[in-house]
């Protein structure tokens, strides 16, 4: 799974296997927490992350929402710019 952005301990990867994988969401790990998050609405699917390494990720997301929407549809990898 390929890492496409890290920043304040937080590491952020994508699977590219969007039919098996759906909706579109990215990985996050923090420290020994982890956690699936929605790419459009910022819905945590499954993990447990603590509040402020959460807010920081709904944060970035929004920032890149694009991007990473464009990334999931297209398959093409990217490594895009923390917080």
């Known amino acids: 799974m390929p890492v496409i952005s890290s920043f304040y301990g937080l590491i952020i990867k994508m699977y590219f296997q969007q039919k098996e ?16 998050i929605t790419i459009k609405d910022c819905r945590v699917l499954e993990g447990d992350l603590p509040k402020k390494a959460l807010s920081l990720v709904k944060e970035w997301v929004a920032l890149h929402r694009k991007e ?13 710019k923390g917080l």
């Open 21 to 36: 994988h759906q909706p579109p969401h990215i990985h996050v790990t923090y420290a020994e927490f982890s956690g699936s």
């Open 68 to 80: 990473l929407l464009n990334m999931w549809d297209t398959q093409e990898f990217k490594e895009i």
